[in-house]
């Protein structure tokens, strides 16, 4: 009894002891408050997909931040123009780069051309609106006002002025990271990334300046889901780069105003989330959910070349509505890793099993060639249907920036040969169509020719194109002309 009684107690010393320890360690934010600054120093300001240096070993410090708010028209997509108003310029606003312990000293400058008011509630202040309500400034007005980092992690700013949900919406929102003392492990290449929603009076593609629509907002039905304010900022010749063998950092952002957004990159696999920002690692993450308002920091090392796809995986945003950037990996293949199509075999569920099949020469069992112009439209749109539409669209519109389209395409109606070749051998490398340069990868699509006869002559004849007609037989010239 009585030793029980001893043990009972000393546990419960034992507990004591090591949650005062526990909170010793949870209070380092409170300590932060102490740390002394010495000197001041202006902040360097980067635009998306940039980042500043890394703070290293360098002590805290009093730090000049100087933002300038800038309303100014850009443009969401090919021919959609939309006034964005912006923290320094860009969507999402200037990187900010701390370290744990620094005094900022904010400089909140509104531009005499401005039309509105604006404020900053930055998350990784510790005070009343983060910010805000320190921080409100009419046109031709400066206002300063001063924090000091206390917890290390990525945060979120955003302008807090009513209508706040249209002022986000407009894209007035940036990260701002805290550094924890000595710095971040050092990385090959950062970069700085950020989701956003886009509402606009006419859908998705509606050209012309298209205005903030406060319904479709409050209704959170988005015409745009965008990284980086527009469609393709981070794709073809804006792709963010690496080589194999780096390590990469994305600082990933979510500005909303009102959807969560499940960050992935397809052929990759995170090493390494800082969960929502904060200090919890969590390993080996295929999709990492970013709340709106909220952040993460994604590591990965790259092993292979090649082009990956930063996706919002609630895919339709990705394929449809422009949450697609890439990551352009190049260096030596490893086929141990990853060994590329080694073989392209016929499936038939029927047979005696797989048979190998080296060519799209021999014609699947179930196919009837098309008997009239009729036949092969209809054909033709079921192959279109099954094949062409993931990329190529519905209507042959193609994607920004992705996926060329195959509607009035210049490219397409110079030449039939050429285009049966691309159906045929598949497509890498830049090319030109309707004046915009694609530089992606068209898989070979595996269809007899028969098959690809009645596509191709449903896509000549659909969506304002030349109205060829191709057939078996000029498949076959091409096929045998190689
Ligand atoms: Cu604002």
Redesign the pocket.
């Known amino acids: 009894m009585k030793q029980s009684n001893f043990i009972i107690g000393f546990s419960i010393a034992a507990m004591l002891f090591l949650t005062s320890c526990l909170d010793k360690k949870e209070t380092v934010s409170d300590d932060a408050a102490d740390i002394p600054v010495n000197r001041e120093m202006l902040a360097e300001l980067t635009s998306p997909p940039h980042v500043p240096t890394p703070v290293g070993k360098r002590k805290a410090k009093k730090l000049i931040v100087k933002m300038e708010?800038l309303e100014k028209e850009g443009e969401m997509t090919d021919g959609v123009k939309y006034v964005y108003?912006t923290f320094g310029g860009t969507v999402p606003g200037s990187f900010i780069r701390t370290r744990v312990g620094d005094e900022v000293e904010f400089h909140l400058q509104n531009h005499p051309d401005n039309k509105?008011?604006?404020?900053i509630d930055l998350h990784a202040v510790t005070g009343p609106g983060g910010g805000a309500e320190s921080s409100f400034v009419a046109p031709g007005h400066e206002k300063v006002f001063s924090f000091k980092t206390l917890n290390p992690g990525l945060y979120v700013y955003h302008?807090?002025?009513a209508p706040v949900g249209?002022?986000?919406a407009?894209g007035?929102y940036g990260l701002i990271l805290v550094e924890p003392e000595g710095g971040l492990p050092l990385v090959d290449k950062e970069y700085y990334i950020m989701q956003g929603d886009f509402y606009t009076k006419g859908a998705n593609g509606e050209r012309g300046l298209q205005p903030f629509d406060m319904q479709k907002a409050i209704d959170e039905k988005a015409d745009y889901v965008v990284f980086n304010g527009k469609v393709g900022a981070l794709t073809g010749d804006n792709a963010i780069t690496a080589k194999v063998g780096e390590t990469v950092r994305l600082f990933v952002g979510n500005g909303g105003p009102g959807l969560v957004s499940s960050f992935h990159v397809i052929g990759e696999i995170f090493d390494r989330v800082h969960i929502e920002g904060g200090d919890l690692i969590n390993e080996n993450v295929q999709t990492t959910l970013i709340p709106a308002g909220g952040a993460a920091m994604v590591e990965f090392r790259v092993d292979v070349p090649g082009t990956f796809i930063l996706v919002d995986h609630s895919i339709f945003r990705a394929f449809n509505k422009g949450a697609l950037g890439m990551l352009k990996v190049e260096g030596e293949e490893d086929k141990k890793i990853y060994s590329g199509e080694i073989r392209d075999d016929i499936y038939l569920p029927e047979g005696p099993g797989i048979q190998t099949m080296p060519t799209t020469d021999e014609i699947v069992a179930s196919e009837i060639p098309a008997k009239s112009f009729e036949e092969q439209m209809e054909f033709g749109k079921q192959a279109y249907m099954q094949t062409c539409f993931a990329c190529h669209q519905a209507e042959g519109q193609g994607v920004p920036n992705a996926f060329p389209p195959l509607a009035k395409s210049d490219y397409l109606n110079a030449d039939v040969d050429r285009s049966i070749g691309v159906v045929l051998n598949g497509l890498t490398g830049e090319i030109t169509v309707n004046g915009q340069k694609y530089n992606s990868v068209m898989t070979r699509q595996t269809l007899s020719s028969d098959e690809i006869a009645n596509v191709l002559t449903y896509v000549y004849n659909s969506w304002g194109n030349s109205k060829k007609v191709v057939t078996k037989a000029m498949v076959d010239k091409v096929k045998n002309s190689k």
């Open positions: 708010i108003w509105l008011p604006h404020n302008c807090a002025t249209m002022h986000i407009n007035m």
